[in-house]
């Protein structure tokens, strides 16, 4: 299980403070350390330029030199007290900066050996990296044998019981030991609150313990016996909207959770956060949905209210898009209709339990041979499992595929780098497809670089780079309507950006049609198309290119206002 962690809180101080220890006056000279395991192949200079690359590390320098030497002949030059004219002439003409968007990331490594005096044969030009490539066309084939994977987000009220409910199914499936789950026993009822044990599965910080709700995206996995879910437990608060949207954004499916307990279900579907979970999660492309009925012990597993309330929910959701949907009444804290049901409980309900509801969801389609597009969501320094590298992201591969040893180019920093590591699940893999959430570690990016928002691509077909594009959206059940010139907050693959609506173009009827042109203002359940402007440019694509890199959200304040996708970019 991870958690996401908000790297803009980094101390860049923290990242360095060991340098002057590691590298003191004292110490042996790092170039004479390196030279002794790659030998004479390489003279002081080019070892020296190679540690000040890679901040003098000498384990990355030794796998660079040794990397390189592979695939390049090296001519070692002798170092002169007085060089020769032509070279003096060559130090004082000024380096060639190599433009990321007409180069490929292959040139720009070739550059760099050439500046450090290494020499690269033509026919190696394409292959700045070491390793066999995969044909991930013919491993994916393979891999359609096994179970799909798919993301699973988690949504609903405030104690509605969604971490109660996912934590208790997880110590069911056997995801969670027996010993693991005692000691958050010992540990909830030490604080008094021994009903929260199964949440603390999920719920792993101080702060979501102590408050007794959920601030940030859990992330855990389970399977079920035709489906490998990663979990994505979102927060309910409607302060912690935004980390909710983030979670949704990486979903393929959703379970609904609410409250049956008289008035719980009323107070979360009127003025809560029900609704507008449902409708975001709905607007940012997830379409399949099982709606888990929960604390059915508080009433009694009373049908009429399972009925009352499933009629509620049937209708909203079916007006918001949603078409199959399964209701499925259960108690995630004694455990009741979750992996199994107790006979004489509920005998009036022959359907499915949550695991059988869930295991029915239809894997969504994956567009393998699209660009290489990965949202990143998450970002923390060093690589995995000690395999090198500067840092490493984790979130979905929204389009293509990736493999160990690719070029990547992280947008809108327009800075470039490559794959070291990947890991799928958990797991080490060679290569990962459209779909999948990942761990990727990267050597020549920094985790200062990196960051929500950061969109990692192919460097041959980057995505484009603006902050003024025309879309469609639907405005939610607005209390005010707005105006062009309203600021508000735009979501998008993980990233908020300040926003404002610089021009109202049209109202577009329930058919898709121009109802009025150059409309004053929009109020609730209206459907538009406007022009936004954004405080600074962003990686998007258009909704006919990609359904996922086109949808967002806007909010005011702490008000879901609108959704919608971009359908022409400025």
């Not at 695939?71 to 170092?79: I, N, R």
């Not at 009629?311 to 108690?331: D, E, R, T």
């Not at 004694?334 to 869930?358: C, F, H, M």
């Amino acid at each position: 299980m991870s958690r996401h962690r908000n790297v803009r809180n980094l101390s860049y101080d923290d990242m360095y403070d060991d340098y002057e220890e590691e590298y003191s006056e004292d110490d042996v000279d790092p170039v004479d350390s390196v030279q002794e395991i790659v030998g004479k192949r390489f003279n002081r200079n080019q070892i020296k330029k190679m540690l000040e690359r890679c901040d003098y590390d000498l384990e990355q320098t030794v796998d660079a030199l040794l990397s390189q030497a592979e695939t390049t002949q090296f001519e070692s030059k002798p170092v002169e007290k007085k060089p020769p004219k032509k070279a003096q002439q060559l130090e004082k003409e000024p380096p060639k900066k190599v433009q990321v968007e007409k180069k490929p990331v292959v040139e720009t490594i070739v550059s760099d050996m050439e500046a450090l005096g290494l020499k690269q044969e033509p026919s190696e030009k394409l292959k700045p990296l070491k390793g066999k490539r995969i044909n991930i066309q013919e491993e994916y084939s393979k891999r359609k044998s096994e179970k799909p994977r798919m993301n699973l987000v988690v949504i609903g009220h405030v104690d509605s019981g969604k971490s109660t409910c996912m934590g208790h199914l997880l110590l069911l499936l056997g995801e969670v030991s027996q010993n693991t789950y005692r000691k958050y026993q010992r540990d909830s009822e030490v604080q008094k609150k021994g009903s929260f044990s199964f949440a603390w599965v999920l719920d792993e910080t101080e702060e979501e313990r102590s408050r007794g709700v959920t601030i940030d995206v859990a992330v855990s996995k389970f399977s079920t016996p035709n489906r490998e879910f990663t979990l994505l437990d979102a927060p309910g608060h409607r302060d912690f909207i935004p980390n909710m949207i983030s979670g949704a954004s990486q979903a393929d499916v959703a379970l609904l959770v609410v409250d049956s307990t008289m008035g719980e279900f009323e107070s979360g579907f009127e003025g809560g956060q029900t609704k507008e979970h449902a409708i975001l999660v709905r607007s940012l492309g997830v379409s399949q949905l099982v709606v888990g009925i929960n604390k059915m012990d508080t009433v009694g597993w009373n049908q009429e209210r399972f009925d009352q309330i499933s009629a509620v929910l049937k209708q909203y959701l079916h007006q918001i898009g949603f078409k199959s949907l399964i209701f499925v009444p259960m108690s995630g804290y004694t455990g009741e209709n979750l992996l199994k049901r107790s006979d004489g409980i509920a005998p009036w309900y022959q359907g499915k339990t949550l695991v059988e509801a869930l295991d029915s969801f239809e894997p969504p389609a994956k567009n393998i041979d699209g660009p290489f597009r990965l949202s990143v969501q998450d970002v923390y320094k060093g690589g995995m499992n000690n395999m090198g590298g500067d840092a490493t992201v984790s979130g979905r591969i929204e389009s293509g595929s990736i493999q160990v040893g690719d070029p990547v180019l992280a947008l809108p920093i327009n800075e470039s780098g490559h794959v070291k590591a990947i890991a799928v699940a958990e797991n080490n893999c060679k290569y990962a497809v459209c779909g999948d959430r990942v761990s990727i570690t990267l050597a020549g990016l920094e985790v200062i670089q990196l960051g929500h928002g950061t969109v990692l691509c192919t460097p041959e077909q980057p995505m484009t780079i603006t902050n003024r594009f025309e879309a469609k959206i639907m405005t939610l059940d607005i209390e005010t309507p707005l105006t062009i010139g309203v600021p508000v907050v735009m979501h998008h693959l993980g990233s908020s950006e300040p926003a404002t609506i610089t021009k109202m173009i049209s109202i577009l009827d329930r058919a898709g049609n121009v109802s009025k042109k150059n409309p004053r203002v929009l109020t609730k359940n209206t459907n538009a198309v406007v022009e936004i402007t954004l405080s600074r440019p962003i990686p998007c694509e258009i909704f006919s290119v990609s359904k996922e890199l086109s949808r967002f959200t806007l909010r005011s304040g702490s008000t879901s206002v609108g959704a919608g996708v971009i359908v022409s970019l400025s």
